[in-house]
């Protein structure tokens, strides 16, 4: 019993969290700040945002690992791979930035592209943890 709230209370605050931030702060950020001052923000909270994530998804992966343990390795796979965003990718796409602001022609289409691939990444999370919560209320964990 206390897994099974742990697992729900963990993928809800993990899915609320990703759904919060790409449909509240993200685009708050970029239509209400002036540029310079959202680029900036958005660096300080992305960091934040991905222990966030790598937290709840690596709470729910433990919880889940006696009951259901292909939704334990989805939750662990999106631990994961955000680590690897913030850590790998995250810094990757910065430096980019800096230098497309720094007048860097190759750098714009670069950042672009791993920016994209970002999003890509973040939905394809949102989707899993989407699909593993479902599951859990229609399985009654």
């Known amino acids: 019993m206390i897994l099974s709230t742990l697992a729900l209370l963990s993928l809800a605050l993990l899915l609320g969290g990703m759904v919060f931030f790409a449909a509240v702060v993200a685009p708050l950020v970029f239509t209400r700040l002036p540029p310079e001052w959202a680029g900036r923000f958005i660096r300080q909270l992305f960091p934040r945002y991905y222990l966030w994530l790598i937290g709840t998804a690596g709470v729910a992966a433990l919880a889940l690992t006696p009951v259901r343990p292909t939704d334990a390795l989805a939750m662990a796979v999106v631990a994961a791979l ?24 190759m750098a714009k289409p670069r950042f ?15 989707l899993a943890a989407s699909v593993v919560l479902l599951r859990s209320f229609h399985l009654g964990l």
């Open 82 to 105: 955000t680590l690897w965003l913030r850590q790998g990718l995250m810094p990757r796409i910065n430096r980019l930035s800096d230098a497309a602001q720094a007048g860097d022609a």
């Open 112 to 126: 672009d592209r791993v920016h994209r691939l970002s999003v890509l990444l973040n939905l394809a999370q949102m």
